[in-house]
């Protein structure tokens, strides 16, 4: 089993930038595949991005393509996404995730707001 723990979201004015970071506990984390989704009022948990666990591929919705960044570090077992340009859209609760145990954090809430 693998424990995930978010961090790092917050209010943030449209155009800003956050950084979050999923840290894992419990599990070998250079073996994992992560993924951030997030999830919006009324609407369906989506897939934002993943990453391979080494690192050296990576996908994204086309909705973040150009403005996200996923990356890693696997000596801190820990998962970033960097958000930038971000826009009122990009409001949600944002969760890591790991198919390989099916784990889900507990969300870290995003709001995009003047």
């Known amino acids: 089993q693998v424990h995930l723990v978010e961090s790092g979201g917050g209010l943030v004015q449209p155009g800003g930038s956050l950084r979050l970071s999923c840290e894992a506990f419990?599990?070998?984390?250079?073996?994992?595949?992560m993924s951030w989704y997030r999830q919006a009022p009324g609407k369906e948990r989506e897939l934002v991005a993943r990453i391979a666990n080494t690192g050296q591929s990576t996908n994204y919705a086309d909705s973040v393509k150009g403005r996200f960044t996923i990356s890693r570090d696997n000596a801190k077992s820990t998962v970033y996404l960097q958000m930038n340009s971000l826009k009122p859209d990009d409001t949600a609760v944002y969760y890591c995730?790991?198919?390989?145990?099916?784990?889900w954090g507990q969300g870290t809430q995003v709001t995009v707001s003047s």
């Open positions: 995730y790991t198919v390989a145990f099916a784990s």
């Open positions: 419990g599990a070998n984390f250079g073996n994992l595949p």
